[in-house]
């Protein structure tokens, strides 16, 4: 069997970590290139290599090799100059951009694996972690959608990436949650551009690692009961393995470690056409490197879930 060879840049934070892990496990990705600017020449264990060592991310160091594709798992507003680098090596690679930077770029294309038609470019903007949540819950009732959608997030202090900061602060966490960016965040601005345009988000941060755990609420342009509504949602996600519909609310517990979707809790307020509901998935898995790794399955032509499931 022939493999594709994968370089990864940004290889130290969180999500980077686990992109190995995914590709570690894949049957037809390999990793040859990790790199790393806080832990260049350090070991790191690539199951189809052994042990290698990371490589230095200083873009005077940088040496690009074979590789056919890329995942760029940097801070948002770094990946730009790597992809100038990598794109005058070889304009020919796949790259796949987990950061915002491309999000609202033409030339890229922006894809949620389960929402969208396979990958038809070889730049592609992978979605935001709360960005995704909310999609997978406006989706199947986008067409019955009128005035705005409120949505209530929390996610895990992984989130706030592996550098010290106040959204990861044990201390400041303990026994607290703390609201942040309650206009204007970027994966509100996201959903708009990509989903549905009248979108009020608000994000916290919760004492816990990872996950995330996203409440709505929907006015309906008709009236409908639960049951209708997850049927609805049955329907559209039918085939789609790692999205399950359920009746009670999610436990952010069964997703967490997983790269799986559960939507559930729909209620609807008959009197006002109110629907509520809830979804959860784990932000560094379904929320990103999942995701870099479905989209660079489509990439190759293959399914969407190869290796993954």
């Not at 264990?45 to 594709?69: C, P, Q, R, V, W």
């Not at 406006?138 to 990436?161: M, R, T």
């Not at 996950?211 to 329907?235: H, R, V, Y």
């Amino acid at each position: 069997m022939s493999y594709k060879k994968i370089g990864l840049i940004g290889g130290r934070g969180y999500v980077g970590q686990e992109i190995i892990s995914l590709l570690n496990n894949h049957n037809q990705l390999n990793i040859v290139s990790v790199y790393s600017s806080s832990k260049a020449g350090q070991p790191v264990n690539i199951n189809s290599l052994g042990e290698m060592t990371y490589k230095d991310l200083a873009l005077d160091k940088i040496d690009l090799g074979d590789e056919e594709a890329f995942i760029l798992a940097l801070p948002n507003m770094e990946s730009h100059r790597y992809v100038d680098l990598i794109t005058n090596y070889n304009s020919e690679a796949i790259i796949i951009d987990v950061s915002s930077d491309h999000r609202f770029d033409e030339d890229w294309e922006y894809r949620i694996p389960e929402l969208c038609d396979p990958v038809s470019k070889n730049k592609i903007s992978n979605p935001g972690c709360y960005a995704s949540a909310m999609q997978f819950m406006i989706a199947p009732i986008l067409d019955i959608l009128v005035g705005p959608v409120n949505l209530f997030g929390v996610s895990g202090y992984s989130g706030a990436g592996a550098s010290p900061n106040q959204r990861n602060d044990r201390e400041l966490l303990n026994d607290n949650i703390l609201p942040y960016s309650l206009v204007n965040h970027l994966h509100e601005r996201e959903v708009q551009t990509h989903s549905y345009p009248n979108i009020l988000f608000t994000p916290h941060v919760g004492n816990f690692f990872r996950g995330i755990m996203m409440t709505g609420n929907f006015f309906l342009s008709k009236q409908a009961d639960p049951k209708e509504i997850i049927n609805l949602f049955i329907d559209f996600y039918q085939g789609m393995n790692l999205i399950s519909i359920q009746e009670s609310p999610p436990n952010l517990q069964k997703v967490q470690n997983t790269s799986n979707v559960i939507i559930g809790g729909f209620e609807v307020d008959q009197a006002t056409n109110r629907l509520t509901f809830c979804c959860a998935l784990d932000n560094l898995l379904k929320g990103a490197a999942t995701q870099a790794v479905q989209n660079l399955n489509s990439a190759f032509g293959w399914d969407d879930n190869a290796g993954i499931i």
